[in-house]
């Protein structure tokens, strides 16, 4: 069993940053990626970015790249996403995800079978 939880959300201008985490326990994550999604009032929930376990592999969604940045601390079983030059369509609630995957890195949301309970983002224009 894997909990986790994200930290990190805010009321931000657009233009601005937030730096979101998630703190994972209850095993070591060596072996699973970690994505991040995002869900905003009305619509699917949206992948945003993913990295697998040694950090070797990432990928995003359209929308965040080049602005997003993902990346991982497994001494501290954490991941991260610094999110820079925001815009109001990045409102949403924002949800940590893990998968056992060694091998690859998924990319949509039927894969992970591990979630956080979210964290709001809100940029104001």
């Known amino acids: 069993q894997v909990q986790l939880v994200e930290s990190g959300g805010g009321l931000v201008q657009a233009g601005g940053s937030l730096r979101l985490s998630c703190a994972a326990s209850?095993?070591?994550?060596?072996?699973?990626?970690l994505g991040w999604f995002r869900q905003a009032p009305g619509k699917e929930r949206e992948f945003v970015a993913a990295i697998r376990g040694t950090g070797a592999t990432i990928a995003y969604g359209d929308s965040v790249k080049g602005r997003f940045t993902i990346s991982r601390d497994n001494a501290k079983n954490t991941v991260y996403l610094q999110m820079n030059s925001l815009k109001p369509e990045d409102t949403a609630v924002y949800y940590c995800?893990?998968?056992?995957?060694?091998?690859?890195?998924?990319?949509?949301?039927?894969?992970?079978?591990?979630w956080g309970q979210g964290t709001q983002v809100t940029v104001s224009s």
């Open positions: 995800a893990a998968v056992y995957s060694p091998f690859r890195t998924p990319t949509t949301k039927v894969e992970y079978n591990y």
């Open positions: 209850g095993r070591t994550l060596i072996t699973y990626s």
